[in-house]
């Protein structure tokens, strides 16, 4: 019951601030020659209704903030550009690296003394000869060297 009551009297403060920001504005010039501002017109006076309204927009400042949006959109774009780059280079080394491997792995096969084959294209297996490993082993090496493996 007490939360509810300061809720009610937190809404009539609120509601009685707002209100003035709303109401008309009067001038008027008084008896005395001196110039009055009010909410409320005179009873025998001329008023003047003023309307209190908000500044007109500065241009310069619409033009300001469209260039810092447009500045950050490109600081944005950038840093997306960047992240690509970054995610490609890391892709590209990533598979430069698993190429290295798999040469370096074909390498230790052919050096091998036991008999090596490869498949034909019938599926039929097909030893390598002697001058066959020696070229195949030079291809890799060619690879090694052209991939630059550490």
Same mark, same amino acid.
């Given at each position: &019951? ?7 009297? +937190? ?19 008084? #008896? ?8 409320? @017109?005179?009873?025998?006076?001329? #008023? ?10 500065? &241009? ?17 774009? +950038?840093? +997306?550009?960047?992240?690509?780059? +970054? ?24 050096? &091998? ?14 030893? &390598? ?20 493996? @550490?």
């Amino acid at each position: &019951m007490d939360v509810r009551r300061w809720t009610a009297i +937190a809404v009539c403060i609120g509601s009685a601030c707002v209100m003035p920001v709303h109401a008309a504005m009067y001038k008027w010039v008084d #008896a005395n020659g001196r110039v009055v501002y009010s909410d409320q @017109p005179p009873a025998g006076a001329k #008023a003047e209704k003023i309307n209190p309204s908000v500044a007109p927009a500065d &241009m310069n400042a619409v033009r300001d903030l469209a260039n810092k949006d447009m500045d950050l959109k490109k600081r944005q774009q +950038a840093r +997306a550009d960047d992240v690509a780059k +970054a995610e490609k280079a890391d892709t590209e080394t990533k598979q430069r690296l698993d190429q290295c491997t798999q040469a370096r792995g074909r390498i230790r096969t052919l050096q &091998m003394e036991t008999n090596v084959y490869r498949y034909s294209p019938t599926g039929e297996k097909v030893y &390598m000869e002697p001058a066959e490993r020696q070229k195949a082993l030079g291809d890799n090496d060619k690879i090694l060297r052209d991939l630059n493996c @550490p």
